[in-house]
């Protein structure tokens, strides 16, 4: 079945410092990737999407790379703010017919300090 | 466009009770999807819907049903209360072309403590 697997949290930067949370998944198909992001008391918001290798997604200053040969989804930010402090979700869906059904992993908790 | 919302946001249940968690969007999306969120684990999911009259369980449907007789409404029950139920549940919607689905618009959560 599917899996995703996302670096162990929580994570804390300071403002302006480099992101990097480590997605990594299996599919038993060809998937689509994403980044979902949760802010406090608030539902999950897509952050960016990637559907084929090579694809980035980027959004927000957020980027992140399908890596077919590495089956990785890394999220990357240059410079982050006190505001990107959120949960931070990788999800796949495989392709017909999952009819959109997510796999999640567990969540990456991103403190940011000014 | 009030998107996706739910009810209620907070609710606490004996062993045992029974409740109904309300989700309604107002996008017109074919797709609709709950999951639940357990402290530290991702979302997990529990019944989604292609359309109206339309369900299917998904990884976690024990105690759990559903119903969707209209577009916009895909309610969610839950029968005889057990503490293993208490999460965070959210809803979900996308639409779809052909079956190619799109982005997932989620609810706010209903926060449950059953006890």
């Known amino acids: 079945g599917n899996s995703v697997t996302q670096m162990e949290g929580p994570v804390t930067l300071s403002e302006e410092a480099f992101l990097t949370i480590n997605c990594t998944y299996t599919a038993t198909g060809y998937p689509s990737l994403f980044w979902y992001v949760q802010y406090p008391g608030e539902g999950l918001q897509l952050l960016l999407k990637a559907t084929k290798a090579d694809d980035k997604g980027s959004n927000k200053g957020f980027e992140a790379t399908y890596r077919k040969e590495t089956t990785s989804f890394h999220l990357e930010k240059g410079s982050v703010q006190v505001s990107d402090s959120a949960v931070y979700f990788c999800?796949?869906?495989?392709?017909?017919?999952?009819?959109?059904?997510?796999?999640f992993g567990q969540g990456t908790i991103l403190t940011v300090h000014p | 466009n009030a998107g996706v919302t739910q009810t209620p946001k907070f609710r606490i249940l004996k062993i045992g009770q029974s409740m109904t968690l309300q989700c309604t969007q107002d996008m017109n999306h074919n797709y609709m999807y709950w999951y639940r969120q357990d402290p530290g684990m991702g979302l997990k999911l529990i019944y989604y819907s292609v359309g109206a009259g339309i369900t299917d369980k998904g990884e976690v449907p024990n105690g759990y049903n559903v119903s969707r007789s209209t577009t916009e409404d895909f309610p969610l029950r839950l029968e005889l209360a057990a503490p293993s139920q208490t999460s965070v549940y959210f809803c979900a919607s996308s639409y779809s072309i052909g079956n190619w689905p799109y982005e997932q618009y989620f609810g706010p959560g209903t926060r449950l403590t059953v006890t």
């Open positions: 999800a796949l869906s495989d392709h017909e017919p999952s009819y959109g059904k997510l796999t």
